[in-house]
T-cell receptor, first 115, second 114 residues
Framework: KQEVTQIPAALSVPEGENLVLNCSFT??????LQWFRQDPGKGLTSLLL?????REQTSGRLNASLDKSSGRSTLYIAASQPGDSATYLC??????????????FGTGTRLLVSP | DTAVSQTPKYLVTQMGNDKSIKCEQN?????MYWYKQDSKKFLKIMFS???????INETVPNRFSPKSPDKAHLNLHINSLELGDSAVYFC?????????????FGSGTRLTVV
C-alpha cells in the first residue's frame, strides 16, 4: 500500500529565503509525482509534474526533483515571497492490480512566508 | 473556460437529508475522481470512473453513490447525511491512457452537515 509523507508539517520563513520541502513515498513503482499548492479555503493548483523517468522539473522559482529508487522528492522554492504562503501537497500516481492508476496524497506542508 | 467545475461550491444541510454534488470537465479526459478532504486536510480518494465505468471504490459507505452519465460528468449523491460527512469534496480528472499527464482538480465543494 502506497504511503506518502511530507516533512516538515509546517514551516515559517522570512521573505527572501530559499527553502526545501520534502516528500517520501513507500512504493517506488510510480508513474509520476505531482506537487500541488492549496490556498486556505481554495482548490488545488498543480505546480509541477515529474514523470517517473525524469529527475527534475522547473517552473520559475520552483524546482522539483525526483529520486524514484529512494522514494523521495523535494520541492525547492527560491527567493520566497509572502504570496508563496500556502499548503504544499505532494502526490504520487501508482498503479493498482486492476491496471488503473490512483493518486495518493501526502500529509502536506503548511508554509508561511513573512514580509 | 474552467477545466474542472463543481457545483455547488458550498452546501449546508441537515442530518438525514439527501444531497448531490455535480462535476464536469471539458479537458477531454477519460477518467474522473472524487476525493474527500477531512478536517485535518488529508485528501483521500473515494471513487474513480473511467469512460463511465467504476474502477475505484475505496470502501466508502454505500450512502455515497457516484454516477457518470458520460465521461465528461461525474456526480456524487449522498443519502441520509451524517455529521461525519462534513468535509470538502474535490472532483478531479486525468487521462488514464496517457499517464504522462497529471491530474486536474476542481475548486471543491464544502459540505457542512448540521
Amino acid at each position: 500500500k502506497q504511503e506518502v509523507t511530507q516533512i516538515p508539517a509546517a514551516l515559517s520563513v522570512p521573505e527572501g529565503e530559499n527553502l526545501v520541502l520534502n516528500c517520501s513515498f513507500t512504493d517506488s513503482a510510480i508513474y509520476n509525482l505531482q506537487w500541488f499548492r492549496q490556498d486556505p479555503g481554495k482548490g488545488l493548483t498543480s505546480l509541477l509534474l515529474i514523470q517517473s523517468s525524469q529527475r527534475e522539473q522547473t517552473s520559475g522559482r520552483l524546482n522539483a526533483s525526483l529520486d524514484k529508487s529512494s522514494g523521495r522528492s523535494t520541492l525547492y522554492i527560491a527567493a520566497s515571497q509572502p504570496g508563496d504562503s500556502a499548503t504544499y501537497l505532494c502526490a504520487v500516481s501508482s498503479g493498482m492490480n486492476t491496471g488503473f492508476q490512483k493518486l495518493v496524497f501526502g500529509t502536506g506542508t503548511r508554509l508561511l512566508v513573512s514580509p | 473556460d474552467t477545466a474542472v467545475s463543481q457545483t455547488p461550491k458550498y452546501l449546508v444541510t441537515q442530518m438525514g437529508n439527501d444531497k448531490s454534488i455535480k462535476c464536469e470537465q471539458n479537458l477531454g479526459h477519460d477518467t474522473m475522481y472524487w476525493y474527500k478532504q477531512d478536517s485535518k486536510k488529508f485528501l483521500k480518494i473515494m471513487f474513480s470512473y473511467n469512460n463511465k465505468e467504476l474502477i475505484i471504490n475505496e470502501t466508502v459507505p454505500n450512502r455515497f453513490s457516484p454516477k457518470s452519465p458520460d465521461k465528461a460528468h461525474l456526480n456524487l449523491h449522498i443519502n441520509s447525511l451524517e455529521l461525519g460527512d462534513s468535509a470538502v469534496y474535490f472532483c478531479a480528472s486525468s487521462q488514464e491512457l496517457h499517464r504522462v499527464y497529471g491530474y486536474t482538480f476542481g475548486s471543491g465543494t464544502r459540505l457542512t452537515v448540521v
